[in-house]
């Protein structure tokens, strides 16, 4: 039998019925000290883990780290319920009255074309801030330049027409034009622009030889001399490079002369966020000219993202239907805030998208012994995260917070970190050194999330969960 680890002194405090818990409810509070929080470990549920060397797994991860905040009910109290009404409470006394804003300020008003019109980014790295966006059917709203195109409205996006980061068709001797942020096509004899820019194709006096295809999230492929095997990028922390530029063509006996076709250029990066909800009916592209790798196209909201009856997003590569010669397809990712993005089923998505509900965690790896786990968190800026890490697994719905996944009465802190401001994509990381030790080996645990010190206006929520049995 295994000795109940030795409790911390502690508080009991009645919740008063206006923090929305009944108030037979109580709640098991130690003296709170918010200046340990460093983005590390800074505190624990006491828990008992059942057979599962319980005291070991506690002092080995609180060993000089772990002081304070604890949530604990009392052993008489350790029902689910009781338990429910705590987690609830505790999230309640972290929360944070002020307002998120990732729409920006406004500045440059109303968006509303009523004809197609073109955004050059060159001279707009930061992007605009519109007060609302409305792109009407038949409209195409063209995105070109340097720089990613990044549109931020404080009102609802409306996108019934076309936002296209879409590459140009190249101009006599000279590459195409990329995308807004994108990577321009070769030039006659020249290879394509970008970190897995396509090669200039290989001479041959009796067959023209094509330029090798950008790439991207995946590799420009082809069965002829050359090609792009690069990737990279990513759709987690998202990247902000368009698509790689095609090289350029050699014509048959054409050694040593400037004679071929040029390159097509990689799309770009359209990214789209609303302080309140993203509506497409039409269509958002970010898509490579012949073989230049496809870009990325990111949309955000703090309200509902959907995507209406046929409506279409597209940063897929160019794939020859005969040979298999492939331009590299880019990145598409959909975030809602405490909910995922509502995709109609006539609705097109190419390629497949990551679709997370914010706050959204992820991980490496399952936790290992003897090394660090890191752990990842999608959100708002300036978030303060709390990543919770239990033994035991229920699903109780704790609204508007979301489902609770982790078992309350077995649940540890495992820390606190807060939200960079690296826009547009903020993360907040926890790293916890795991003791090297063997009898930890095959403990399954849980991982889950909450934005408990946030911004966000309809207050926190939880995050998807993790199973990351110790190894």
């Not at 096509?185 to 970190?195: E, H, I, K, L």
């Not at 090297?436 to 849980?446: F, K």
Request: hydrophobic share 40%; net charge neutral; no cysteine.
């Amino acid at each position: 039998m295994i000795a109940e680890p030795a409790r911390k002194e502690s508080r009991v405090a009645r919740l008063p019925a206006e923090r929305g818990v009944e108030p037979d409810g109580v709640l098991t509070l130690p003296a709170w000290r918010p200046a340990r929080h460093r983005g590390t470990i800074v505190g624990t549920v006491q828990v008992g883990f059942g057979p599962v060397t319980s005291s070991r797994l506690l002092d080995k991860l609180s060993l000089d780290k772990v002081a304070d905040a604890m949530l604990r009910l009392d052993h008489d109290q350790r029902s689910l319920e009781m338990a429910k009404r705590a987690f609830a409470a505790f999230i309640l006394l972290l929360g944070s009255p002020a307002v998120a804003q990732i729409g920006g300020n406004g500045v440059d008003g109303v968006f509303h074309p009523s004809s197609n019109v073109v955004l050059d980014t060159t001279a707009r790295p930061g992007g605009w801030d519109f007060s609302s966006v409305t792109i009407p059917a038949g409209v195409t709203v063209q995105l070109i330049g340097t720089n990613p195109a990044i549109l931020r409205s404080i009102g609802p996006v409306q996108i019934d027409g076309h936002l296209s980061a879409d590459a140009l068709a190249p101009v006599g001797t000279v590459g195409g034009a990329p995308g807004a942020g994108g990577f321009a096509g070769g030039d006659v004899g020249s290879p394509g622009a970008g970190p897995a820019g396509g090669v200039v194709g290989s001479y041959s006096p009796f067959a023209s030889s094509p330029g090798g295809p950008g790439g991207h999230a995946t590799p420009g492929r082809q069965s002829w001399a050359g090609g792009s095997t690069g990737v990279y990028g990513d759709d987690w922390v998202f990247d902000l490079r368009g698509g790689s530029g095609e090289g350029a063509s050699v014509w048959p006996l054409s050694w040593g002369y400037p004679w071929g076709a040029p390159g097509g250029g990689g799309g770009g990066v359209v990214v789209v966020l609303s302080d309140s909800a993203i509506q497409l009916g039409g269509r958002v592209s970010a898509r490579g000219h012949q073989f230049g790798a496809a870009g990325g196209i990111f949309l955000r909201a703090l309200g509902a993202v959907a995507l209406g009856p046929g409506a279409t997003i597209d940063a897929a590569g160019f794939v020859h239907p005969f040979t298999g010669r492939a331009a590299g397809d880019g990145f598409v990712r959909l975030d809602g805030y405490g909910g995922k993005p509502v995709i109609d089923p006539s609705a097109t998505i190419a390629p497949f998208p990551l679709n997370l509900s914010l706050p959204a965690i992820r991980h490496a790896g399952p936790m290992q012994v003897g090394t660090t786990y890191t752990v990842a968190g999608a959100t708002l800026p300036g978030d303060g995260v709390w990543f919770l890490v239990s033994a035991g697994t229920v699903s109780i719905p704790l609204p508007p917070l979301g489902i609770l996944e982790l078992d309350p009465s077995l649940t540890l802190v495992l820390g606190m970190a807060v939200a960079n401001n690296l826009a547009p994509d903020p993360q907040a990381t926890l790293s916890l050194a795991i003791p090297n030790d063997p009898g930890l080996v095959g403990l399954p645990l849980w991982l889950q999330a909450i934005n408990a010190s946030t911004l966000a206006a309809a207050g926190p929520r939880l995050s998807n969960t993790l199973s990351t049995p110790i190894q």
